[in-house]
């Protein structure tokens, strides 16, 4: 989830505390989809957990919304729901934590079981996504070559 | 008056922020920030058809404050919203 930083979130959450947005990317789906859902990021108060889903600057002047997954000493890992890399972003990059969404137009808390249960799980089959993605990518591979060799 | 289609509204920390959702974000893409009584207007004019000496009416009904008092509040609430070309 990306967010164009000219709103100069910084600022808003020095400030108010609180801030809020509508989703923008594919990468935190399928939690998030673009425009469908709004979240509440909160500033960093209490520090960051694992399965935290953090806001923090990126190099390409916008703002990312993903989830941390390791905490090594003062660097997260981190990685969007819906991605296959890792991010590598130290704790003092991270300017807020989301600490409630809206989706689909329901609330939801950070805190709520469901949630957290959900962030586990998400977070716990990573390797499986990860081979359904790479099987997904071969078959493609191979029909296309197929309907290559076909066509000429 | 009444407030846009595609906006939510959620409560956090004792503020609401607002902001707009669906084909409604390619139009609107900012954040409104309000205290309890600006949230019970809002969800005042969600409902559509109110008119500002409703949401007067409905302030009075609801918080102890005098007429004037409320009357500003409306007013300036509502213009909020006018000027961010949140109503309609």
């Known amino acids: 989830m990306e967010q164009s930083k000219s709103l100069n979130i910084e600022d808003e959450l020095k400030k108010h505390k609180y801030y809020a947005t509508n989703t923008v990317g594919t990468s935190m789906q399928p939690l998030f989809k673009t425009h469908r859902d709004m979240v509440?990021?909160?500033?960093?108060?209490?520090?960051?957990?694992?399965?935290?889903?953090?806001?923090?600057?990126?190099?390409?002047?916008?703002?990312?919304?993903?989830?941390?997954?390791?905490?090594?000493?003062?660097?997260?890992?981190?990685?969007?729901?819906?991605?296959?890399?890792?991010?590598?972003?130290?704790?003092?990059?991270?300017?807020?934590?989301?600490?409630?969404?809206?989706?689909?137009?329901?609330?939801?808390?950070?805190?709520?079981?469901?949630?957290?249960?959900?962030s586990r799980i998400w977070v716990f089959i990573y390797p499986l996504r990860y081979a359904l993605h790479g099987i997904n990518i071969f078959v493609r591979k191979v029909y296309r070559r197929i309907f290559k060799r076909k066509k000429t | 008056m009444k407030i846009k289609e595609g906006f939510v509204i959620e409560e956090v920390g004792g503020s609401y922020l607002a902001v707009a959702v669906g084909d409604r974000a390619d139009s609107f893409n900012g954040l409104v920030r309000m205290n309890g009584t600006g949230a019970f207007l809002w969800r005042e004019l969600e409902k559509g058809?109110?008119?500002r000496d409703m949401l007067v009416e409905k302030l009075l009904s609801v918080y102890e404050v005098d007429r004037e008092t409320?009357?500003?509040?409306?007013?300036?609430?509502?213009?909020?919203?006018?000027?961010?070309?949140?109503i309609e």
């Open chain 1, 40 to 118: 509440i990021i909160k500033a960093v108060e209490d520090g960051i957990k694992k399965y935290d889903v953090v806001l923090y600057p990126h190099k390409h002047g916008n703002y990312i919304l993903h989830r941390v997954i390791k905490i090594k000493g003062d660097i997260c890992y981190i990685r969007g729901d819906n991605t296959f890399y890792l991010e590598r972003v130290s704790v003092s990059d991270i300017i807020g934590v989301m600490v409630a969404f809206n989706r689909k137009g329901k609330r939801s808390d950070t805190d709520k079981f469901s949630y957290r249960l959900y």
């Open chain 2, 49 to 51: 058809d109110v008119t």
């Open chain 2, 70 to 86: 409320a009357a500003r509040d409306v007013d300036g609430f509502v213009s909020k919203l006018a000027s961010e070309g949140i």
